[in-house]
């Protein structure tokens, strides 16, 4: 575009208020984010994962072959925007541990959530540097890395409905599901 064309365009948005605040949200919605170098958006900054090679999925079904029952008490909370397991919560972990050494047969799917704030790209993201972030820790405490699968579910999911922060305090998880199948 030529550059009087270009100011031409620039002094129309300005004179319209509805075009100009949609520009300046774009703008500051943009600046919230952190490039990566090949492109997108990163995440902020946290402990970097030495991940264990990923097991096939197998042959189960997340959608009917999971029971997250048994390990329900052991659903590990995060704080906001975060993959780093809280002190508070690494005993839970513990106890899971445990419960796979006395069921050596059965393994478990990881399944990690977000809150409702941020985009559906970012939060499949962030729940699946949450179960990877748990399944690392398993691994540490002696469990098969076979035996642990991981799945996002980023904020379709969620375990409160509401927008309070209790409410996203509750939504912000990973659960341990133990597969049926």
């Known amino acids: 575009m ?17 075009i100009l605040l949609s520009l300046v949200l774009a703008v500051g919605v943009a600046g919230c984010a952190r490039p990566k170098k090949g492109g997108g958006v ?16 197998g042959d189960f079904n997340p959608e009917s072959d999971v029971n997250y029952a048994p390990l329900h008490a052991e659903t590990v909370y995060f704080a906001f925007d975060s993959s780093a397991i809280p002190s508070g919560e690494r005993g839970k972990l513990e106890k899971a541990a445990q419960w796979m050494a006395e069921n050596p047969e059965r393994s478990l799917l990881l399944a990690g959530h977000c809150d409702e704030r941020g985009t559906e790209e970012y939060n499949r993201g962030l729940g699946e540097r949450r179960a990877l972030a748990v399944r690392e820790y398993l691994i540490g405490l002696g469990v098969s890395p076979q035996r642990l699968h991981t799945i996002s579910y980023g904020k379709d999911r969620p375990a409160t409905p509401g927008h309070t922060e209790a409410d996203y305090a509750r939504n912000r998880r990973v659960e ?5 199948k």
Do not use: D, K, W
């Not at 030529?2 to 509805?18: G, K, V």
């Not at 990163?42 to 999925?57: G, Q, V």
């Not at 341990?176 to 049926?180: A, H, K, N």
């Open 2 to 18: 030529n550059p009087s064309r270009f100011l031409h365009c620039l002094r129309a948005t300005i004179a319209s208020p509805e």
């Open 42 to 57: 990163s995440a902020p900054e946290e402990e970097s994962l030495t991940t264990s090679p990923l097991p096939s999925r």
């Open 176 to 180: 341990l599901g133990v597969i049926e």
